[in-house]
């Protein structure tokens, strides 16, 4: 795991598996865990690199969506309060235990072994749009549904972070993951292109950290793609430098998913 710091106030933990993000944002005697690294080990050091930052005990932890990859801060600190938004809580509440059993099926996979279950105990549902407190300040929560059917993005303005979830990835291109909708995706994309101007630093779920400029460019590939998806399905062109076969698989995906999205209609 590598961690850096962007601001006194917030570092960034990734992880080696997916470039995976974790913020941590403090605000005067308050540190609050934003997501969450994925293997064992990098999840057990995570309060001693908390402690060698000197930064504030953690009072809590934030998931940008329910997707279980975001939800492991509770390993790391099992009395934390864990929050998301209303849309994040309803997906957990209408499917008890996915979480649990993916990550177990991860774990299997690759042969991991982790010291105790997954246990995410009770969730504090908030609005976004809306506030959270954290020390003197707040951060600013804003809606990000089109990955998923549900999530959140995070605007800490006393730092100029924003953390946007699985969402400008210079290393992924959009993912229609659980009740995802390329029109909702672009929808959220438009919703931050204000925040995304204004900030230092854009935090993506997976990949390098970026600044504003450049998560505007990725921003603008990101709505081309989606609305080329929509049109031209499988002949729909890749954001440039996001062209693997890792991302054609997912870009497969992503066909499915709209031809799946069409037929409820």
Known sequence: ???????????????????????????????????????????????????QAQFPPVAGL??????????????????????????????????????????????????????????????????APGVCEIGAHELVLHPAEG??????????SWSGVLAVGDYLSSVEIPVLGQGGSAVAY???????????????????GHGPVLGSEQALSLLEEDLNYLQALGSRREAAELPHRRRSRAQRAIHAENVRCCRARKLDE
């Open 186 to 204: 672009s929808g959220t994309l438009e919703r931050l292109r204000s925040l995304v101007a204004q900030a230092q630093f854009v935090i993506p």
């Open 1 to 51: 795991m590598r961690v850096v710091s962007l601001h006194p106030a917030v570092l960034v933990a990734t992880s080696a598996v997916w470039q995976t993000n974790c913020v941590i944002l403090r605000s005067g005697e308050e540190t609050f865990v934003v997501d969450s690294p994925i293997l064992p080990e990098e999840i057990d050091v995570l309060p001693a690199v908390i402690g």
């Open 147 to 156: 990955h998923t059917s549900d999530g959140m993005a995070l605007w800490s």
């Open 62 to 127: 934030l998931a940008t969506h329910a997707d279980w990859d975001h939800l492991l801060g509770r390993l790391a600190f099992p009395e934390a309060a864990l929050g998301c938004a209303i849309t994040s809580a309803r997906r957990m509440q209408s499917a008890p235990g996915q979480a649990q059993r993916e990550l177990r099926s991860f774990d299997e996979r690759h042969y991991l072994i982790r010291p105790a279950p997954l246990s995410l105990g009770s969730v504090q549902a908030l609005d």
